[in-house]
């Protein structure tokens, strides 16, 4: 089959690999000029399956409302709310129901699962070599914080999910390079989990897919899709914020993938056997002629990356991947570099940062690993993650014919990227998924 996929961030990627390697003739189109430019860029890179929940959930709608006036708080609402703000908080608050989160933190985890066992599988069959390691510390800084998360704890499978309560003395044998100073009561430690450079890992298997055919057309912009057998895809020149010379607007342009094209400045009509819409935030805009209107908002998240300190006598920066649950904020040991993220932060500009969020990864970096980092070689990134209200992503058919869906993941799309491209891959040729896809289509959201 001739497969277009639509968004090259991890989603894109990893549907763009499995469709290859099941021998489809895939092109994946992107308006940026590389992989993994946007959302996947530089978000956290857990992967702690058992932590994958819906953000709705009992308790959420009054635990929000109490974070509007906190200095530090995880949860932000900011002006500039678009016009379907609203009707997306109403359904997320209808969702916060006990039954409606049970069955979608079921499907979470059941794809979240199958996804961690997807990436392990073929990390090792490709030897890819990305930053990465084992371990997942949730830091607990009171009794209070130990309290809130026993209910959680309670719902985790010993068996898929193991974890050890351990006390401050456990969590500094773990994570050496604490600060002892912090006070710190408890935490919680899954050996299982782990953290990986998202980025890396999307650059890498854009270079496997390419191996088996697959081609990256970067810098494009897909203009509309019309549904069919065959469908097609309308096509042409991403638009930049540069302004271009008149030489320059009658010439074609290059991408920068091996198997660079030149395309007309003209939109193109391309005709193709399926269509899969990864395109994050911007699937809205190319579905609503369709007919197909989901509820994806953009939550903001953040984080700073900086190099760490190199010091033989004391050792700096985390180990693997911590998360401070009071401030929902994790902490991450890629290579050489140390990266804090966190906040979910609705409405505002992706372009506008805030300054209050950025004080609260600092602090939380500043009371664990005090002078660990460079930061005045600091990067600091905000992304826009594709939220749906109820928590799931939607994988599968679109209602029209031809037009496949894998969208909405929000702040979890690197852990559950390769279970879903997988889940994707097998419903386009018909074949039985490897796990239950039960609540992942698109009636979910439209019900």
């Known amino acids: 089959m001739r497969v277009a996929v639509i968004g090259a961030g991890i989603i894109g990627v990893t549907t763009a690999y499995e469709l290859a390697s099941d021998g489809h003739e895939v092109s994946v189109f992107e308006r940026q000029g590389t992989v993994a430019a946007e959302t996947s860029f530089a978000n956290a890179g857990v992967i702690a399956p058992g932590y994958v929940t819906p953000w709705a959930g009992p308790g959420m709608p009054g635990k929000v409302l109490g974070h509007l006036l906190s200095r530090h708080a995880p949860v932000r609402l900011r002006a500039g709310h678009g016009a ?20 979608n933190r079921l499907r979470m985890q059941r794809l979240a699962f199958f996804s961690r066992a997807r990436l392990h599988s073929i990390s090792q069959s490709l030897q890819l070599d990305y930053e990465r390691s084992d371990g997942y510390l949730v830091l607990l800084r ?25 006390d401050a003395k456990q969590c500094l044998a773990i994570e050496p390079g604490l600060n002892a100073d912090t006070p710190l009561h408890a935490g919680i430690h899954l050996p299982d989990d782990e953290v990986g450079n998202c980025r890396q890992f999307a650059h890498l298997l854009r270079l496997e897919a390419q191996k088996l055919g ?7 912009d897909v203009h509309r899709i019309e549904p069919g057998t065959p469908p097609r895809l309308v096509y042409g020149q991403a638009q ?26 003209e939109p193109v009509t391309e005709v193709f056997d399926a269509i899969v819409v990864c395109a994050a935030l911007g699937a809205g805009a190319l579905l609503r002629p369709l007919g197909i209107k989901l509820p994806l908002l953009a939550v903001h998240g953040y984080s700073v990356t900086a190099p760490l300190r190199h010091n033989d006598l004391h050792p700096q920066g985390p180990r693997s991947a911590l998360m401070d649950e009071r401030y929902k904020v994790a902490i991450s040991r890629l290579g050489n570099r140390v990266r804090v993220a966190g906040s979910a932060e609705i ?8 300054e209050a969020t950025l004080k609260t990864l600092h602090k939380v970096l500043h009371d664990w690993f005090p002078g660990a980092a460079q930061m005045a070689q600091a990067q600091v990134w905000k992304g826009a993650r594709p939220m749906l209200p109820d928590g799931p992503p939607v994988l599968g058919p679109s209602g029209q014919a031809g037009v496949w869906l894998n969208l909405g993941h929000g702040s979890s799309g690197w852990a559950l990227s390769c279970g879903s491209a997988r889940l994707l891959a097998d419903q386009v040729v018909g074949r039985t998924p490897a796990i239950d896809t039960e609540g992942l289509g698109i009636e979910r959201v439209r019900g």
């Open 142 to 166: 009171t009794p209070r914080d130990l309290a809130l998360v026993q209910p959680g704890l309670a719902l985790l499978n010993p068996l898929t999910s193991p974890f050890k309560l351990l």
């Open 84 to 103: 379907g703000t609203l009707p997306w908080l109403w359904k997320w608050w209808r969702a916060c129901r006990l039954r409606t989160y049970q069955a």
């Open 214 to 220: 697959a081609s990256f057309r970067f810098f494009t």
């Open 240 to 265: 930049t914020d540069q302004p271009r010379s008149k030489a320059k607007k009658t010439r074609p342009f290059r991408n920068d993938a091996p198997d660079t094209q030149f395309l007309p400045n």
């Open 347 to 354: 409405g505002g500009s992706l372009n506008r940062h805030d």
